[in-house]
């Protein structure tokens, strides 16, 4: 049984993909999400084995979530399915170790076999977008060469942990022992009311410390709060 992760924001396009899927008996659809804070709790709590999703979240960069992700669930592989075509995206994803991407445009009758194939080990890009995927690997290919001539250059290689991101650099960022213990729970997916009762605090202090180390780091939401305290290994001075 393959258990699959349904992360999208649109409604009827979420239930397509159910629909698709319950036709298949080797599949079981464990979670539903509709943005980044969700894929976090979802992939956090359940581990599978699948996670459908769009890159295009109202909370945060799907792409930039991704690393996180992987994180929490190391052998959960990625699905994107999307609209987008543009061969910048397509790098990012390539570059992240994604190795199925599926356009939304394409017969949903195609979902089960790139689910098959990812779940083996296989790769799967929709047709459409082939000859960008094959250009974004020699341009990766010309990359690595380039950085072997010095290893300060950036690499295009798969990256196999989370690296950080050139708008989120924590400087002099420090947490209080209270804000540690809150961010090591919501980089784990905790909801707020959860984070309350672990805590022993109110609903409002919960909110209130959120606001606070938004302000603190920069960020706009709580899911580019997880995603800034990893980048930038602050989750390990949270631990300490």
Same mark, same amino acid.
């Given at each position: ?69 992987? %994180?929490?669930?190391?052998? *959960?592989?990625?699905?994107? @399915?999307?609209? &987008? ?5 397509? !790098?990012?994803? #390539? ?76 400087? %002099?960022?420090?947490?209080? *022992?209270?804000?540690?213990? @809150?961010?090591? &729970? ?5 909801? !707020?009311?959860? #984070? ?8 409002g202090t919960v909110r209130n410390y959120l606001s606070a180390m938004l302000q ?25």
């Open positions: 049984m393959i258990r699959i992760v349904i992360v999208e924001e649109k409604e009827l396009e979420q239930k397509l993909v159910q629909t698709t899927l319950a036709f298949h008996s080797d599949f079981e659809v464990v979670g539903y999400g509709k943005d980044g804070f969700d894929a976090l709790i979802l992939v956090s709590k359940l581990k599978p084995d699948i996670m459908i999703m769009d890159t295009r979240l109202s909370d945060t960069n799907g792409i930039e979530l991704i690393p996180l992700l992987k %994180n929490k669930s190391p052998h *959960t592989a990625f699905l994107i @399915l999307t609209s &987008l075509t543009e061969e910048a995206h397509l !790098s990012k994803i #390539i570059n992240l170790g994604i190795t199925a991407y599926l356009l939304k445009e394409t017969d949903m009758d195609t979902l089960p076999l790139a689910i098959r194939t990812l779940h083996k080990g296989g790769h799967f890009f929709s047709p459409k977008v082939h000859d960008k995927v094959f250009h974004t690997l020699l341009d990766m290919i010309k990359t690595n060469k380039a950085s072997d001539k010095s290893s300060s250059s950036a690499t295009a290689t798969w990256p196999q942990g989370l690296g950080k991101t050139r708008s989120q650099k924590a400087v %002099n960022v420090k947490f209080s *022992t209270v804000e540690q213990q @809150l961010i090591a &729970l919501v980089v784990q997916g905790y909801s !707020s009311e959860e #984070i309350a009762d672990r805590l022993c605090l109110s609903g603190k780091t920069g960020q706009r939401n709580r899911t580019q709060l997880a995603m800034f305290v990893v980048n930038n290994g602050l989750l390990n001075q949270s631990r300490k």
